[in-house]
C-alpha cells in the first residue's frame, strides 16, 4: 500500500519560513513526479510546485517562484518544500501527491493525474 505522509506544517508570522516533507512508502518502483498542491476552503486545488526524481528537474506555480524551492532526498523517499518569504495568501492546506508514471514536463500536472496523495498538512500564515 502506497503511503504519503507530509510534515512541518505550522502558524508562522508574515515573511517566516516553513518546510515541509513528505515521505512514501509502499512503492518499490520509482516513485515518478511528485509535486505539492494546495487547497483554501471554498477554491480550486492549486498546483504549487513539481519535481522529477529521474532528472532532479522542478516546476513551480508563478505564485511562489523565487520564494518556494522543491528538493529531494532519494535515499529516504522524501520530498521537501521549503517555502520562504510567507505571504497570507499562502495560508492553505498543503498536499503531496506522486505517481510513478508522471513526468513534470513544465507545468504541475493536473491533480486528476496523481495516483497518490497523503492527507494533507496545515500552513496558517498570519500575524
Known amino acids: 500500500q502506497v503511503q504519503l505522509v507530509e510534515s512541518g506544517g505550522g502558524l508562522v508570522q508574515p515573511g517566516e519560513a516553513l518546510r515541509l516533507s513528505c515521505t512514501a512508502s509502499?512503492?518499490?518502483?520509482?516513485?515518478?513526479?511528485t509535486a505539492w498542491f494546495r487547497q483554501v476552503p471554498g477554491k480550486e486545488r492549486e498546483g504549487v510546485s513539481c519535481i522529477n526524481p529521474s532528472d532532479g528537474s522542478t516546476v513551480y506555480a508563478a505564485s511562489v517562484k523565487g520564494r518556494f524551492t522543491i528538493s529531494r532526498d532519494s535515499a529516504k523517499k522524501t520530498v521537501f518544500l521549503q517555502m520562504n518569504s510567507l505571504k497570507f495568501e499562502d495560508t492553505a492546506l498543503y498536499f503531496c501527491a506522486a505517481d510513478p508514471e508522471l513526468y513534470c514536463d513544465g507545468v504541475v500536472p493536473p491533480e486528476g493525474d496523481f495516483r497518490y496523495w497523503g492527507q494533507g498538512t496545515q500552513v496558517t500564515v498570519s500575524s
Open positions: 509502499g512503492l518499490s518502483s520509482g516513485y515518478g513526479a
